[in-house]
């Protein structure tokens, strides 16, 4: 499977680079970064110490497009709603793990798989999709008998909150306990809030130092407590996943997808294509 890399001279890029080039499945056919930067023309494969890989770091995705069966993104929105319309005109696959997009951006998103494959995960980590699978089996056996609360931690240049990750996972458990999630979150505490509703799921957010990602999700009953916690301590996880997801997405013509579909976890309530 050819892959490209958009973003490919920034932090995740390189990672991302690294991964396909690592995966036996994949090879790297193309690179995109920011008009203007200086590492335009590079090799990607030295930019991350793997010797000559014959890829020179391209300025313009439309120039390139064609070269990869599949992209991956890992940008901001803005970006990525250009990506997509110029992957809908190619007719090339697109791995988008960028997260803040909003309810218009994911709908553009969605109008756009009807015509390429897409695959949309707020995190790629295996662990991180397992743990989703694991809440909504919790959410379905506590019910309403606890309080629900998420608690996420991220580096300090992080720019949203709570993370993508933090969300997906409040959307989980709401599906699976039949509520909507826009209805009953909570985000942060302050003053005289007044005794919690059972029927709220609270989230917290921290932003300090060099955290990659730690997600929890706390079930608190009277008497007792259960906690589902994922802890990241490299950036790889995620790359590894998103590669293995554009190896998976070349054997899909249109549609939209998730980290849940690649690894055949997907259930009622687990997937961005599935409501």
């Not at 940008?75 to 697109?94: D, F, H, Q, S, Y």
């Not at 259960?226 to 998103?242: C, L, P, Q």
Request: hydrophobic share 45%.
């Amino acid at each position: 499977m050819k892959v490209g890399i958009i973003g490919a001279a920034g932090r995740m890029g390189r990672i991302l680079i690294e991964a396909t080039i690592a995966n036996p499945d994949t090879t790297l056919a193309a690179a995109v970064d920011v008009p203007g930067s200086s590492l335009i023309g590079a090799d990607a494969g030295e930019l991350v110490g793997q010797g000559h890989a014959g890829v020179a770091l391209a300025d313009d995705l439309a120039a390139v497009v064609k070269d990869a069966d599949v992209f991956i993104d890992f940008t901001v929105p803005e970006a990525t709603v250009k990506n997509i319309e110029v992957c809908r005109a190619a007719g090339t696959r697109l791995v988008i793990g960028t997260t803040g997009l909003n309810d218009e951006q994911i709908a553009g998103l969605r109008a756009a798989s009807e015509e390429i494959a897409i695959c949309y995960a707020p995190n790629y980590s295996i662990g991180v999709n397992l743990c989703f699978k694991l809440l909504e089996t919790a959410a379905a056996v506590l019910q309403d008998e606890v309080d629900i609360e998420v608690i996420e931690a991220h580096h300090r240049h992080k720019i949203d909150a709570p993370s993508g990750t933090a969300l997906r996972m409040g959307e989980v458990v709401a599906q699976t306990l039949g509520r909507d999630l826009k209805e009953v979150a909570v985000y942060g505490r302050e003053g005289r809030t007044g005794e919690r509703d059972r029927k709220t799921i609270g989230f917290e957010t921290i932003r300090a130092g060099d955290i990659v990602g730690d997600h929890t999700v706390l079930f608190a009953a009277d008497g007792e407590r259960v906690e589902i916690t994922h802890k990241a301590s490299s950036r790889m996880a995620f790359g590894r996943g998103a590669v293995r997801a554009a190896a998976w997405l070349g054997s899909q013509d249109k549609g939209l997808f998730d980290m849940q579909d690649v690894l055949g976890l997907a259930g009622d309530s687990a997937g961005w294509g599935k409501g």
